[in-house]
C-alpha cells in the first residue's frame, strides 16, 4: 500500500480548525492522520513538500453539461430559452466522437482548476449516433477522476408543448428502459467508487409529468439519486403556471421530487417557502453563478438557502453557457455575487470553499467519503501554490484562492492518493492532445450539423 506525506502546508480541512503549517498522512486512497508540526518519519514514503501551499479537500461539480464543450461561443447574448432553441438542433447532429473529445477536454479543464470529482448531465440522444453516455464514461476513466454522469432524458417536444423540437426527444419507455441499463452497466456503490449514476430527466419544461414520476420510482428502486434543472429563469416559471397552474417546486413536491436523494440545478428563483422545503426534506442544489450571469437568469439566494440549513453545492454548467469557467473561479463568482445582491458579509471565502466541496459531496451523497480532510476520507486532495512574487502579499491563503481572479498554480492534485495534476500538467493524460481533441469535437459538431441541414449552426456562430 502506497504512503505518501504532505508535508509544511497550510491545511484548510473544511471540517474543524485550520493548520498553519501540518501534514496529511495517506495510505493507499484514504488519508489516515493529519495534523500540525512535521510529518512522522515513515520508511519508503513519498513525501511532497507542501512549503508555501494550501491543501484543501478536492473540489466537487455538481453540475455539468461536457458534451457543450463543442458549443461554446455560441448564441452569445441570449436568454435560456433563446439559446436553448438557437442550439438543440446543433446538439442533435453530435454523435459518441463529439462527446469523447469534448468530454475529455472538460474533464481534463475541470481537474486543472481543482476539481476531483464531477457530474455531468447529458440529457441529449440523437438516434444513431453511437454510444454517447458510454463516450463520456470512456473520457472520464482515462482522466481517473471521479466521475457522477447523470442519464438525462426529453419526451416532451415542441408537438406536446414542450420547448426542445421533437428531433431531439426520446419516447417515453426507451428512456426508462436506457436509464435502468446505464444504472446496472456502469454504477458502482462501493465507498472509493470512481463512477456512480444518477437519472435525471431534464427539466419541467422538456419532461412529462409521467416521465418525472417513474423516473424517480425507477432510481429510488436501483437505489441512485436524481438530478434535474429547476427555477432556473423567470419564463421557466411563467411556463409552468401556464402548462400545470404551479409554480417550480411545488410541482416537484407534487410529483415526488423532494428528498435527501435529490438535488436540483440553478434554484434561482425560490420563494421562503421553497427554502424551508428544501431545506426540511435535505434536497439539495448546484448554484452556477457564471453560467446564470452569462444568460441573464437572476441571482440564487445562496446566503438565504445556507442560512435556513439547506445544502448548497457549485456547477460550472455546460460549457457553452459559461465558456472556460473554472470550478476554482466559481467560489469567487458565488462569493461576489451573493455580496452584490446581500452586502459584504453575505458569503466568506471560507462559505464559498466549503460550498466547492463539502457542499457538493452533500449534493453527491458522498459527505461521508469526500468534501473534508479528515482521517478515514478519500485521499481527495488539493494543493495550491499560495507563496507565488504577487500571491504570497495575501497573508491568508484561503482568501487567497478564493479572492483571487487568477487561479494559483496548481502543485498537485490527487485522486485516492493518485497524482492526476502536478504542477498545472495533467499527469494521467496528454494534456496538449486533449484540448486539440476539444477543439476537434467543436470543429466536427457544427460540421456534422450543417451536413445535416441545421441552418442554425451558421447562424448561432455567426
Not at 130 to 137: K, Q, R, S, T, V
Request: aromatic share 6%.
Amino acid at each position: 500500500m502506497k504512503t505518501i506525506l504532505i508535508e509544511n502546508a497550510y491545511i484548510a480541512p473544511v471540517a474543524g480548525a485550520e493548520i498553519p503549517s501540518g501534514f496529511i498522512h495517506v495510505e493507499g486512497d484514504r488519508i489516515v492522520a493529519l495534523g500540525a508540526g512535521p510529518a512522522p518519519a515513515i520508511p519508503g514514503a513519498t513525501r511532497i513538500d507542501g512549503t508555501g501551499c494550501l491543501a484543501t479537500p478536492g473540489l466537487v461539480n455538481t453540475h455539468h453539461h461536457l458534451y457543450q464543450w463543442a458549443s461554446q461561443g455560441l448564441a452569445q447574448d441570449a436568454t435560456l430559452f433563446e439559446w436553448l432553441v438557437a442550439l438543440y438542433q446543433v446538439w442533435a447532429a453530435m454523435d459518441a466522437e463529439v462527446v469523447k473529445g469534448a468530454a475529455g477536454a472538460g474533464l481534463g479543464f475541470l481537474a486543472l482548476s481543482g476539481c476531483t470529482t464531477s457530474s455531468d448531465h447529458h440529457y441529449v440522444f440523437p438516434k444513431g449516433r453511437g454510444d454517447l453516455f458510454a463516450a463520456e464514461i470512456e473520457a472520464a476513466g482515462e482522466l481517473g477522476i471521479r466521475f457522477h454522469p447523470v442519464r438525462g432524458s426529453m419526451d416532451r417536444g415542441k408537438s406536446r408543448g414542450g420547448l426542445p423540437p421533437d428531433v431531439v426527444v426520446e419516447k417515453h419507455e426507451e428512456i426508462l428502459a436506457e436509464s435502468e441499463k446505464a444504472v446496472d452497466t456502469y454504477h458502482d456503490a462501493s465507498f472509493s467508487s470512481k463512477l456512480r449514476v444518477a437519472i435525471g430527466p431534464c427539466s419541467p419544461f422538456s419532461v412529462s409529468a409521467e416521465l418525472m414520476v417513474e423516473a424517480a420510482e425507477l432510481a429510488r428502486a436501483k437505489g441512485v439519486r436524481l438530478h434535474t434543472h429547476l427555477a432556473e429563469t423567470l419564463d421557466e416559471e411563467e411556463h409552468l403556471l401556464e402548462q400545470v397552474g404551479m409554480r417550480p417546486v411545488d410541482y416537484m413536491e407534487k410529483l415526488g421530487w423532494l428528498g435527501p436523494d435529490v438535488w436540483f440545478a440553478h434554484a434561482i428563483h425560490l420563494s421562503d417557502a421553497d427554502i424551508d422545503a428544501f431545506a426540511q426534506t435535505g434536497t439539495g442544489s448546484a448554484h452556477c453563478p457564471s453560467s446564470n450571469g452569462r444568460l441573464g437568469a437572476g441571482i440564487a439566494r445562496v446566503s438565504e438557502m445556507l442560512k435556513r440549513g439547506a445544502i448548497v453545492g457549485l456547477g460550472v454548467d455546460g460549457n457553452a453557457s459559461s465558456e472556460l469557467t473554472t470550478l476554482s473561479g466559481e467560489m469567487r463568482q458565488a462569493m461576489l455575487f451573493q455580496r452584490a445582491r446581500y452586502g459584504p458579509t453575505a458569503l466568506t471565502a471560507r462559505q464559498a470553499l466549503e460550498m466547492a466541496t463539502l457542499g457538493g459531496a452533500k449534493n453527491l451523497g458522498r459527505a461521508d467519503e469526500l468534501g473534508t480532510l479528515e482521517p478515514g476520507k478519500l485521499a481527495d486532495i488539493a494543493l495550491w501554490r499560495t507563496d507565488g512574487a504577487f500571491a504570497s502579499a495575501i497573508t491568508d491563503p484561503v482568501a487567497g484562492l478564493v479572492f483571487a481572479t487568477r487561479q494559483p498554480p496548481l502543485a498537485r492534485l490527487l485522486v485516492g492518493g493518485e497524482t492526476i495534476v502536478e504542477d498545472d500538467e495533467l499527469r494521467t493524460v496528454a494534456q496538449d492532445a486533449l484540448g486539440r481533441a476539444g477543439a476537434e469535437a467543436h470543429r466536427r459538431l457544427l460540421r456534422l450539423a450543417e451536413e445535416q441541414g441545421f441552418t442554425a449552426a451558421k447562424e448561432v456562430h455567426e
